[in-house]
């Protein structure tokens, strides 16, 4: 029976004094690139329909603030609908990052092959740490999160029982 084995590359303990970049891999970081700056473009579109709706929320949260109530009776306050609003400028702030990041790897990731210029190489891909740095901050903190809301569903549902 053969057995096909796959070498992985080996890591020295210390860095080599160069890295040459193939016309390969300047290829595909170059076509990358372009796919990173359309990327960001679109978020930049989508962080800007996300202000909109921030705008039109605020603008309209406390008409609807005056004109309904709640099961109370009572009339729902006007902060209410600025409270709505937070999350959404939280998300927008973040998605603006996250594509920021990205639109700039992707420009300066272009513009270092064009030119064959390691300081906007650098610059690109100190971006692409930011921006996966973004994301994996942002991933640690929504697990948080679904932990937290795990253990009080969790504990709304115990209290629930034990009461009946």
């Not at 359309?38 to 605020?58: N, P, Y």
């Not at 406390?62 to 609003?85: E, N, Q």
Request: glycine letters at 10%; hydrophobic letters at 50%.
């Amino acid at each position: 029976m053969d057995t096909t084995e796959t070498t992985e590359p080996v890591v020295p303990d210390y860095p080599l004094p160069n890295l040459v970049i193939g016309q390969d891999a300047k290829n595909y970081l170059y076509t990358a690139g372009k796919w990173a700056r359309f990327l960001g473009i679109l978020g930049f579109i989508a962080t800007a329909i996300m202000a909109l709706l921030c705008v039109f929320a605020g603008a309209v949260s406390p008409i609807m603030g005056a004109l309904s109530s709640s099961p109370t009776g009572l009339p729902v306050s006007a902060g209410a609908g600025v409270l709505s609003i937070v999350p959404l400028l939280l998300i927008m702030i973040l998605y603006f990052f996250v594509s920021y990041f990205l639109y700039q790897f992707g420009t300066n990731i272009k513009n270092g092959i064009a030119v064959n210029d390691m300081t906007f190489v650098t610059k690109a891909f100190r971006n692409l740490k930011s921006h996966f740095k973004l994301i994996g901050f942002t991933l640690i903190i929504i697990v948080i999160c679904y932990i937290i809301a795990f253990i009080i569903g969790g504990l709304i549902v115990g209290s629930t029982f034990m009461h009946h």
